[in-house]
């Protein structure tokens, strides 16, 4: 099974609109962390935000915040008020338990986000 | 505050030649972690090092492909003799210690093997 599900392989968004990137997850581990990256034509990944699984609320920084659902095991990202420069491939990525050797991340497919002017 | 330095940023070899990717990690980063990353694919974890030691290669190919990261310089992956499926983007990423809840990423080395 696919630890790291994201349906949408592309979205075109109207420039000021809100967006609504999905992902699922699967893990039996009650230890993990999640991870949004975006990654622009020009190829660097860049780290969008983090949430953990025993955070109480939901993860925000500045136009971005993380809607995460723990029973439903989704971790959507939100992006508000979208800009041109928003168009990029997103990566949503798992990082599984605390303990030693559970560093590596797993991620998603990614979906390819273009801002429509 | 330099990020992840990466390089080459493009590298071009042909067929059975080797191919040396460098990373240097973040000031006061000692974990470093390789991916790949196929077109139109997400990353696959390859390899993840502190220093002098490598501590997780599961994602590692068997054959052709070492990593290192030595007391003193960058962090190396190293694929001998490449093949066209080597093609590919991989990216290295370091963070502070384990328990960081963010890895930077570098620019990443795009792999072209003709």
């Known amino acids: 099974a696919q630890k790291i599900t994201q349906t949408q392989p592309g979205m075109f968004v109207q420039e000021k609109e809100a967006v609504t990137l999905d992902c699922t997850y699967d893990?039996?581990?009650?230890?993990?962390?999640l991870f949004w990256y975006k990654q622009p034509s020009s190829g660097e990944m860049i780290f969008l935000i983090y949430q953990g699984s025993y955070d109480q609320q939901n993860a925000t920084e500045g136009r971005y915040s993380l809607n995460f659902q723990k029973a439903r095991k989704s971790a959507n990202l939100v992006i508000s008020a979208s800009q041109l420069g928003d168009s990029a491939m997103y990566f949503c990525?798992?990082?599984?338990?605390?303990?030693?050797?559970?560093?590596?991340?797993?991620f998603g497919t990614g979906t390819r986000l273009t801002i429509i002017p | 505050n330099a990020g992840v330095m990466q390089n080459p940023r493009h590298l071009v070899r042909r067929r059975g030649q080797e191919a040396r990717l460098r990373c240097s990690p973040m000031k006061g980063h000692s974990h470093v972690y390789w991916y790949r990353q196929l077109p139109e694919e997400g990353l696959k974890f390859m390899v993840y090092?502190?220093?002098?030691?490598?501590?997780?290669e599961s994602g590692m190919p068997k054959e052709r492909f070492s990593a290192e990261f030595p007391k003193e310089g960058p962090s190396i992956l190293r694929i001998q003799q490449v093949v066209r499926g080597d093609s590919a983007a991989y990216f290295c990423?370091?963070?502070?210690?384990?328990?960081?809840?963010?890895?930077?990423f570098g620019q990443g080395t795009r792999l072209t093997v003709v």
């Open positions: 090092l502190q220093k002098e030691n490598i501590i997780d």
């Open positions: 893990t039996s581990d009650p230890s993990y962390g």
């Open positions: 990423a370091s963070s502070r210690n384990r328990e960081s809840t963010e890895a930077f």
């Open positions: 990525a798992m990082r599984e338990g605390r303990s030693a050797g559970n560093e590596k991340l797993t």
